[in-house]
């Protein structure tokens, strides 16, 4: 079986009791080019569904009087809506082109919730982006602490916010950050895939290279 991350691998192990190889997957770094810019505002790009806990979020921006663009949409609009101050912006469904030029030009990537692995985070890494990330998930693997963004421990608003605040006395660097959304590129997913078929205990038959 193949695994997108080690928080599945775990999850296979303990439900299915069966061994299990990772393969994370690949993420296209060359689409978010590095960039300097910095607009201030914070991003999140997520379906609006009430286990992704946007209320996080919102509710520390909101706090924090931060400015907080939310992509994408879903059955929890509303209610994030209810609860959103006047710095929290939900622009919906928005062209590729144009989630790219919001990455390019945020301050950092919000992760307020669990994700198998989570590409959009990977993604704001690209571009050299810091990433403000719930401690558990996908994120464990692919967010170093102060390297390339920084976790909260709780799932409420007051975790996330003081999260923030460490962010903001962090001087993080954009070619480093960058370095490491790298290990996820799809080169990297294509060289995983072909070693585990080059191996001697693993049936060709079973997988088709990408």
């Known amino acids: 079986m193949i695994a997108i991350s080690q928080a ?11 061994p299990s190889e990772v393969i994370h997957p690949p993420v296209d770094t060359d689409a978010f080019p590095l960039s300097a810019r910095d607009d201030g505002f914070l991003l999140v790009a997520s379906r609006l569904l009430a286990y992704r806990r946007l209320d996080i979020a919102v509710e520390a921006a909101t706090a924090l009087r931060r400015d907080l663009m939310v992509v994408g949409d879903g059955p929890e ?3 994030l809506e209810s609860m959103a101050g006047p710095t929290i912006r939900f622009l919906g469904h928005v062209p590729r082109s144009q ?5 390019a030009r945020c301050h950092a990537y919000v992760l307020p919730g669990i994700e198998d692995f989570g590409i959009a985070p990977v993604e704001a890494m690209a571009a050299g982006k810091p990433v403000v990330a719930f401690r558990g998930g996908g994120a464990l693997e692919t967010v170093v602490e102060g390297l390339s963004g920084v ?12 999260a923030l605040e460490r962010l903001d006395a962090i001087t993080f660097h954009g070619p480093a950050i960058r370095e490491n959304a790298r290990r996820f590129d799809v080169e990297v997913f294509r060289r995983s895939w072909r070693a585990l078929l080059a191996r001697e205990d693993v049936d060709p038959h079973l997988y088709s290279a990408p």
């Open 8 to 18: 599945v691998q775990e999850r296979i192990a303990r439900l299915w009791r069966r």
């Open 77 to 79: 609009r509303r209610r």
């Open 99 to 103: 989630l790219q030029d919001l990455v």
């Open 151 to 162: 976790f909260f421990d709780q799932p409420e608003a007051r975790s996330l916010a003081e």
